[in-house]
């Protein structure tokens, strides 16, 4: 990262299977059931209904996504596009906004990861698990550990296994109760009480369970033919991702009508412990935590380095997150400065920390949406006539459903994410001295 893009060749080596492994890992599948609970408490029991809003989309900004890493067969993601379509002040904004990612996705990692295993050793508080987390996952990050691909590939499999377990207890579950007839029900699609307002709000949280299908649009260079495989493994990646979701929320909602739980947060280790007694129990709570440390090692990685190259750029302080540690060679402050906002987990909830982060990547969905609207424009009047449906309908439809969606966040988030992007604002009009100039690169893939 410390080299110019300019500088950096790289090898086309990834297929259509590559790219959709690789961003069905970043997913992390487990997530749906690590959130299972804050869903069916928001929607009263309707959880694959939200799923199912959410899933839809995602598929209009999904195309969006496609058809701009078609034309920008670069990476660089939704900063890039929309910095190249609508231009570089708006475009460093969005890459602010997208900064509440990899700046907090790591918070709320720990902090599912912490619900569950306080929920399994109440007598810990949970501050403790979290503080445990932070504490390993930085260590590991400032030595430099890194993960191999086939290792990211085994655990998946690892958590796909017991995804496939935990379908096939619960469905049993329900058939040993309420015969085969119960296997077919409305129930996990309508709730107890049908209500749309909390079903979208279950969906704007639902949402960040489908964080990262995009992320192989930062694979863009070393991509064998960009223009055509980067489309469809985004596709691919959210209706695969999507599917697992909807299946999942409506097998675990089968077995738990309703969204009271004793512990929302921690609903699906109670629900593994009826349905598979505690050695499943175990199994489920071991897989959970291994995802959610081996997620934490990567986003907190990203992060720091998201960081470290805003220092480099001048955005940050130099000295302070522009530079390296002599010994490891890992950017430490900016490492540390992750872990520092990683403990604000300990005050928080899964409900308003997930829609948080939701936020920023709405933020970014919407304005990727209107880059293909602003693209679709910009070549008409060139004289070059683009599909209106893929690129003029579908946007706009993305817009306006991810509006919809952002409008339903927790108040807080929205609150918290507002101020975020003012700050965002601040900070442009210092750097570009009043707006009169372009701002610098933000390497917001690495």
């Known amino acids: 990262m410390s080299q110019p893009p300019t500088a950096i060749t790289l ?43 959410a899933l839809v989309a995602m598929l209009f900004t999904a195309n969006s996504y496609g058809r701009m890493a078609s034309a920008y067969p670069e990476a660089g993601s939704a900063y890039t596009y929309v910095r190249r379509t609508i231009g570089g002040r708006i475009g460093f ?3 602010w906004a997208t900064m509440l990612d990899y700046l907090f996705l790591p918070m709320v990692i720990w902090l599912i990861g912490g619900s569950y295993l306080q929920a399994q050793f109440p007598g810990i508080p949970m501050p403790v698990w979290i503080l445990g987390f932070i504490v390993l996952t930085t ?25 496939v377990f935990f379908v096939a207890l619960a469905f049993a579950e329900v058939a040993r109760t309420d015969g085969a007839a119960g296997l077919i029900s409305t129930s996990p699609f309508v709730g107890e009480d049908f209500g749309l307002t909390g079903i979208t709000a279950g969906a704007a949280i639902a949402a960040y369970s489908f964080l990262g299908f995009d ?49 929302s947060d ?31 090692i990567a986003a907190q990685a990203a992060g720091s380095r998201l960081l470290f190259a805003m220092g480099r750029d001048g955005v940050l302080p130099k000295r302070i997150f522009g530079v390296l540690n002599r010994r490891f060679h890992t950017p430490l402050f900016s490492i540390l400065a992750i872990a520092l906002v990683g403990v604000i987990a300990i005050f928080m909830d899964v409900a308003t920390s997930t829609s948080f982060i939701n936020f920023g990547a709405f933020i970014a969905f919407t304005m990727v949406n209107l880059s293909v609207i602003v693209f679709w ?10 599909n209106v449906f893929l690129y003029l309908l579908c946007p706009i439809i993305g817009v306006l459903v991810i509006l919809f969606l952002l409008v339903q966040l927790d108040i807080h988030a929205i609150t918290l994410g507002s101020i975020w992007v003012a700050v965002g604002v601040i900070i442009l009009a210092v750097v570009t001295r009043g707006f009169r100039h372009q701002p610098p690169s933000l390497a917001v893939t690495e």
């Open 11 to 53: 090898k086309r080596t990834l297929n259509l299977s590559s790219l959709v492994i690789f961003g069905l890992a970043y997913l992390t599948p487990l997530i749906v059931l690590g959130i299972f609970g804050v869903i069916a408490a928001e929607t009263d029991g309707a959880s694959s209904s939200a799923y199912l809003i």
């Open 93 to 95: 904004l969005v890459g």
């Open 139 to 163: 260590a590991l990050n400032i030595i430099g550990i890194k993960v191999a691909d086939r290792v990211n590939l085994i655990l998946m499999s690892f958590q796909i296994l017991v995804i």
């Open 215 to 263: 992320a192989v649009t930062t694979l863009t260079e070393e991509t064998i033919e960009p223009k055509k495989t980067v489309p469809k493994a985004i596709m691919l990646i959210a209706l695969i991702g999507g599917g697992i979701f909807v299946l999942v929320s409506y097998a675990v909602q089968l077995v738990h009508p309703g969204g009271v739980f004793e512990n």
């Open 266 to 296: 921690a609903a699906a280790f109670e629900i593994a412990v009826r349905i598979g007694g505690a050695f499943f129990g175990a199994v489920f709570l071991a897989a959970l935590v291994v995802a959610q440390f081996t997620s934490g």
């Open 377 to 386: 424009a910009k070549r008409r009047k060139a004289g070059e006539h683009l």
